[in-house]
């Protein structure tokens, strides 16, 4: 017999269980109205224009697209993504097996263990949880409705860091955005502080208002790593990503991607091409706008309605994206809030949330939450926040 566990390389302590999927398994039962998951409206995937496009692919390019292919992406799909950005050359675009392998091959390529890595408190789960295993640590900036504050994060720099990870558009689990202002700063200080960016932009494409803002990259190009995705825009289960940077900065990444799965599904790339061929993404991305749009709408009004009161509870305003995020006072009595402990009161009272806590790298956000906005009905809306908002107010010592 082995002893599976006793031979364990070290860096399989530092894989993590997601606390998101506990909680999501809990919200399982029938009656719970989950705010918890981030997955995209399953009524926004273009399932019939998959399937012709599927179609044609076979009928047309059958041999091509079942046979294995280059590690840096299928051609086509590489133009594509290089012509939806301002200055960026086919050369310049990684295709990869989701953002997420973006966010592990950057880590394996650019990471030694100790290194310390720069990343927002809160933030997305998903990329400590891609660090964690390269032996990182972590400082944390702190956040406002802005995005990262740049004193804190000049502080965080000054330190000593090897790498900034920053989500610029409707963070997860946020909501919030960099302001110009801010985009500025950061790529000023992690210039100064001669720090690469790793900007991670799944949501960018979903803004609801105001005036698209310059990627990272447009403002640094030498510095910045971009990650992009179909998975918020298309269809997550296709798992086709991409990732922009100079060829130099590529180049272990096109290694370590060969080592780790050769290259990304052909068949899946050429039919992410023939979608996209004839425009269909730039109609369908005013459909799934107008959705999270008109959702985020029935959230804010909800909580509006339950928690506005003017008690202390304060909630992010997204302009963009799928998540809202809560901070909930002290109770009354001057008991800190314990919004992991919570979670499990609020699961028996029929709402589920995803407990500040997993955001953090190293403990805090016990007074923060996320809701996603993106797959309950209004209706599960109106019901979910009445509910949660009985419990908040019940635990907080305010009027019910
Ligand atoms: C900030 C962020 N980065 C990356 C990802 C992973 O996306 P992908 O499906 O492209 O792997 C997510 C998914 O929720 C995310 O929220």
Known sequence: MVDWAAHAAARTSRLKPSAIREILKLTQRGDVISFAGGLPSPDLFPTTTIGAATERVLRRHGATALQYSTT??????????????????????????????????????????????????????????????????????????????????????????????VIP????????????????????????????????????????????????????????????TFSKTLVPGFRLAWLIASPEALEPIRRAKQAADLHTSTFVQ??????????????HLVKIRDHYRSQRGYLLDALDRELGGGDGFHWTRPSGGMFVWMTVPSAADGTPADTTALAHDAVAAGVAYVPGESFYPDGGGLDGLRLSYSVATPEQINTGIARLGELLRRATLRDV
């Not at 408190?121 to 400590?128: E, F, K, V």
């Open 270 to 283: 050429a039919i992410a091409v023939e979608i996209t061929a004839d425009g269909f993404l730039d109609e």
């Open 169 to 228: 558009n409707f963070d997860n689990p946020t909501g919030t955005h960099l302001s110009l202002e801010r985009r500025h700063a950061v790529v000023e200080l992690a210039g100064r502080y001669g720090v690469p960016i790793l900007e991670d932009d799944p949501y960018g494409e979903l803004r609801f208002e105001g005036a698209e803002l310059p990627h990272l990259r447009d403002l640094a190009p030498e510095r910045v790593i971009h990650a992009g």
């Open 72 to 165: 840096e992406g299928h051609p086509p799909l590489r133009e594509w993504v290089a012509a939806r950005y301002a200055n960026v050359a086919a050369d310049d675009v990684q295709i990869v097996s989701g953002s997420q392998q973006g966010l592990d091959l950057v880590a394996k390529c650019y990471l030694d263990p100790g290194d310390a890595v720069v990343v927002a408190a809160p933030t997305y789960t998903g990329a400590l949880r891609a660090f964690d295993p390269y032996q990182v640590r972590y400082r944390t900036v702190e956040t406002d409705d802005d995005g990262m504050v740049p004193e804190a994060l000049e502080a965080a720099l000054a330190a000593g860091a090897k790498l900034l990870y």
